[in-house]
């Protein structure tokens, strides 16, 4: 998936980068539990970040071995019902993406993603009985997006609130009014952040390739002014996820939420717009493996 909703990991203190990873750790280790090992390939931090919202308690700690290398065994795997939750709307979001690439993409992207989206479906399947609200929204989203892109809408705005009204979704649905309204704004406005500054990541191969992108549909030509507005807008959204946080009582996480809104997207942001973020991201994995 994406992955741009990351910790600053320089400003976590141990503890919390411990529980992190634990976390991540034990959403990777619930996808393939409950959907399979090929789930697993599209395990995202922003998937994360949702499985903290989720479930404000700190989850239990259970040891695993990682399927990426079976020499390492995790001493701390978190597990709990944010993390399956989590699991499960990140396998519906897999599915409907590389169903999205069939529908749209190039002839080899088609080839692969329809591969992967039949390989993935027994997953999907039940991932979508277990949220069958999130898995509307989802496919309803997605075709509104498909709809927009196929008349190459020059609306930043409209092609945006439809990823974001697909994210916000996320929220569960049987969650009291008092916490569900302030989630799925902090979702809406996450999601809106994440389809711009996608945008903007592939902003030169869009225009390479020919494809549609609503940043250069908006703006045939990108100077300083145009940058400035983007930026703008997704200090804008932002705030407004930040205020929407701030209504929430996220207990053990807290900490790591602030840490992400504050420090770890706009870090993102910045290595996004000046052209590092591929090459930062290339590094990081590296380095995992």
């Known amino acids: 998936m994406f992955g741009y909703v990351r910790p600053y990991r320089d400003e976590l203190k141990l503890r919390q980068l411990k529980d992190y990873e634990a976390l991540y750790c034990g959403l990777c280790r619930s996808i393939g539990r409950r959907h399979g090992l090929l789930a697993r390939a599209f395990l995202s931090y922003d998937f994360t970040f949702l499985a903290m919202l989720l479930d404000g308690d700190k989850p239990a700690a259970e040891r695993c071995r990682c399927p990426a290398r079976l020499w390492c065994v995790k001493k701390d795997c ?3 019902p944010g993390v399956d939750a989590a699991a499960d709307a990140g396998t519906i979001l897999a599915y409907w993406k590389l169903r999205d690439t069939v ?9 692969g993603a329809r591969l992967l989206s039949w390989m993935l479906l027994r997953g999907y ?4 009985c277990r949220r069958p609200e999130f898995d509307r929204a989802v496919r309803d989203q997605l075709a509104r997006l498909q709809a927009l892109e196929r008349e190459r809408c020059p609306s930043l705005d409209e092609t945006a609130d439809t990823f974001a009204m697909l994210l916000a979704a996320a929220a569960p649905a049987q969650d009291d009014a008092a916490r569900r309204r302030p989630l799925e704004q902090l979702l809406y406005h996450i999601g809106r952040w994440i389809y711009l500054v996608d945008a903007w990541d592939d902003l030169e191969k869009d225009r390479a390739q020919g494809n549609y992108n609503p940043i250069s549909a908006r ?3 990108i100077g300083e002014e145009e940058q400035s507005y983007l930026r703008t807008t997704l200090r804008h959204s932002l705030n407004l996820a930040r205020s929407a946080m701030a209504l929430l009582e996220l207990g053990h996480w807290q900490d790591t939420v602030e840490n992400i809104l504050y420090l770890g997207l706009p870090a993102v942001e910045e290595l996004v717009f000046t052209g590092r973020w591929r090459a930062v ?9």
């Not at 399947?125 to 979508?128: D, I, N, P, S, V």
């Not at 991201?281 to 493996?289: E, G």
């Open 281 to 289: 991201k290339s590094q990081n994995r590296r380095q995992n493996t």
């Open 125 to 128: 399947r039940r991932a979508a």
């Open 219 to 221: 703006f045939p030509q």
């Open 78 to 80: 978190a597990c709990g």
């Open 103 to 111: 529908a749209d993409g190039t002839f080899r992207q088609r080839v």
